[in-house]
């Protein structure tokens, strides 16, 4: 089975700073996704970011990025020039390519919440 | 382009009770999911619709929950009889079925269930 583990409960960064965000995963798959969904306190899961596993290259999308390293099965994001809109707890997860063309189902890790300070 | 809608955004019941959920996915997503995230936890999937056929209900109690998507559009969530353990907040998605790559989950606003 898959996991998905996010060790930082909590983090906090200063509004305009860059904060990093950590995840772990464990499959024996070798071709998958790896997504970071941010949810604010009104609970709308969001898409952040999407990886590829087969793609080397590292998603960005405007102020976030990531550090994809397939072999460390390590997916962090980086958030650049913070703003206060961006605290939220935001969720890790994973999700297995199917042959079949059907879609399945999302492993999310348990969250980290971000705070942003003035 | 609308997006996930569900009802109600809050129920409290009692132990024992029955409670349903409902949810309207995005139009012309063929697939629909039901999680369940429990405070202080990631969502987990609870059963997963491809039009109106069951994907994956593995880890759905099915004693006590059970789930429909007729006609393959929205779909209701049940629970009967609800435990304490049952209160989380209970989230629909959906997707359109097309290239996996390409496949993005979309989340409604999510049902607050609590259970006393």
């Known amino acids: 089975a898959q996991t998905v583990t996010q060790s930082q409960p909590e983090m906090s960064v200063q509004e305009a700073e860059t904060v990093t965000l950590s995840c772990t995963y464990d499959t024996s798959e070798s071709d998958y996704y790896l997504f970071w969904y941010k949810q604010p306190p009104s609970r709308q899961m969001i898409l952040v970011i999407r990886q590829e596993a087969y793609k080397q290259q590292n998603a960005t999308e405007n102020r976030f990025s990531v550090n994809f390293q397939k072999a460390a099965k390590s997916f962090s994001l980086k958030i650049s020039d913070s703003q206060l809109g961006d605290a939220a707890m935001y969720f890790c997860a994973y999700r297995r390519r199917l042959n079949t063309g059907t879609a399945s189902k999302l492993t999310f890790g348990t969250g980290t919440r971000l705070q942003v300070t003035l | 382009e609308a997006g996930v809608a569900q009802s109600p955004r809050y129920k409290i019941i009692e132990k024992r009770q029955s409670v349903a959920f409902w949810c309207n996915p995005i139009?012309?997503?063929?697939?629909l999911y039901w999680y369940q995230q429990i405070l202080g936890q990631g969502p987990k999937l609870l059963i997963q619709f491809q039009n109106n056929g069951v994907v994956d209900d593995s880890q759905l109690p099915k004693d006590r929950f059970s789930a429909e998507r007729l006609k393959g559009v929205d779909s209701t969530l049940k629970i009967q009889p609800a435990k304490l353990e049952d209160s989380a907040v209970y989230l629909c998605?959906?997707?359109?079925?097309?290239?996996?790559?390409?496949?993005?989950?979309?989340f409604g606003p999510g049902t607050r269930l609590l259970v006393l």
């Open positions: 998605a959906s997707s359109r079925l097309g290239l996996p790559r390409r496949e993005t989950q979309y």
């Open positions: 139009s012309g997503h063929a697939t």
